[in-house]
């Protein structure tokens, strides 16, 4: 996470007005500028991105109820073998002890806005003539830069992300698109099995309290969730961001969060170097920058075989992944991944410039296609609640 020197090849920035991808402006007619995604354009030297620093903590609990606290952090007690005896059985429970946090419910920014109201005395800028109530030019979740991280490389999936500015801080909420509440809608009962298995997996390699085992017989609830507020800086950007954490290891390398978080994936098994390099590609990029971002130092993956068991368990160390990729022309770059993310976070800045959280610009994206935005004024599109805004302007601070 070192300082590095600006990317030779990056893009300025917005591309004016092109008809489509790499065309040209129609004459004689405006249209608003956009931002071109092709890998080659940021192909440099990887940014300066500050080491993220914790800034606070918080948990959801079972009724998906907000807690200024740690009480849902869970503890890494992994087996004592790569290859666990009696086997992890990822399967079990999927009937009967499964409690799924409802999907259909767009939580947007709302527990992340909670814990900044709560703590809005120690984020104040300090001697800022802007008078900003939050110091950060950024405050989103983890998981809407992740995407952004993803994207030059990205062939399936787009997004839709909701900007405003207010009181001098652009905050990013992301929008389910159509394609992906249809995806959600139709989820197939295989696809939502492998998703608990995830969930499952968690419960093998975690305990309630830092000397305790693993219980994988209880409720796997998916409303419970302990999440990590860091600040760090990509390029002159500041970020506020919130992540949900699987666990903490305390006797780890790295005792202090958020270095000390542990990441939980589970994967298919992986029987030949194809499968292997096909993963390095297509799926350890996302895994990266999820823990990445936050400065997550370990990721543990189980790799499950067709029974649902976990036939072994392999460690990434996240500031180590490049090297299993670099030898790979193919592959996917960390450093562009980064300075596409600093351009985008720039193009944020030159065209969500009127600060009113009733003003909402859509950014939109499509594999093959440039980052386009949309303008917004009215209800519809809102996402900053009422009482936050209120609460930030000075008024009274939410129940």
């Known amino acids: 996470m070192e300082p590095g020197a600006r990317p030779a090849k990056r893009s300025s920035g917005a591309a004016e007005a092109p008809a489509e991808l790499g065309g040209s402006p129609k004459r004689g007619r405006w249209a608003p500028p956009t931002l071109p995604t092709e890998p080659a354009l940021y192909d440099g030297p990887f940014p300066f991105y500050r080491r993220p620093a ?24 992994p087996p004592r073998a790569e290859r666990p005896e009696p086997a992890f059985d990822l399967r079990h429970g999927y009937r009967d002890l499964y409690v ?55 062939s399936q999936e787009g997004w839709l992300l909701a900007v405003s500015l207010f009181r001098g801080t652009l905050y ?54 302990f999440c990590t507020v860091v600040r760090t800086r990509l390029g002159s950007h ?43 590609r297509y799926k350890l990029i996302k895994w990266w920058a999820q823990s990445f971002l936050p400065g997550v130092s370990r990721i543990v993956a189980g790799f499950r075989a067709p029974d649902g068991s976990v036939a072994t368990l392999e460690t990434f160390e996240t500031m180590k992944i490049f090297q299993l990729i670099r030898g790979d022309r193919g592959c996917w770059k960390p450093a562009v991944c980064m300075n596409f993310c600093e351009a985008f976070l720039a193009f944020l800045k030159k065209v969500v410039t009127e600060d009113d959280p009733q003003l909402v610009h859509l950014f939109a994206w499509e594999p093959g296609r440039p980052v386009s935005y949309t303008r917004h004024q009215g209800a519809e599109h809102v996402f900053l609640p009422a009482w936050y805004v209120e609460t930030m302007s000075g008024g009274k601070s939410p129940d």
């Open 172 to 225: 990013v909420s992301e929008v389910e698109t159509p394609a992906a509440r249809q995806q959600r809608e139709q989820r197939s009962d295989m696809l939502q099995e492998l998703a608990y298995m995830g969930y499952k997996f968690e419960r093998y390699m975690c305990a309630d309290t830092p000397d305790g085992s693993p219980d994988p017989t209880g409720v796997v609830n998916t409303n419970e969730a």
């Open 54 to 77: 914790e800034e606070g903590r918080f948990s959801l609990d079972a009724q998906r109820c907000y807690h200024p606290d740690a009480r849902q952090l869970r503890y890494f007690a």
């Open 100 to 154: 799924r946090r409802d999907e259909g419910r767009r939580e947007g920014l709302e527990h992340l806005l909670q814990w900044v109201a709560g703590n809005r005395d120690r984020l104040r800028a300090q001697g800022d003539a802007a008078g900003r109530p939050v110091n950060a030019d950024f405050v989103t979740w983890r998981g809407h830069l992740t995407k952004v991280l993803t994207t030059p490389y990205e």
């Open 238 to 280: 500041s970020l506020l961001f919130a992540g949900e954490v699987d666990c903490a290891d305390p006797r780890g390398a790295w005792p202090e969060p958020p270095a000390c978080y542990v990441e939980l994936k589970t994967c298919k098994e992986l029987h030949s170097p194809a499968q292997r390099r096909s993963f390095y």
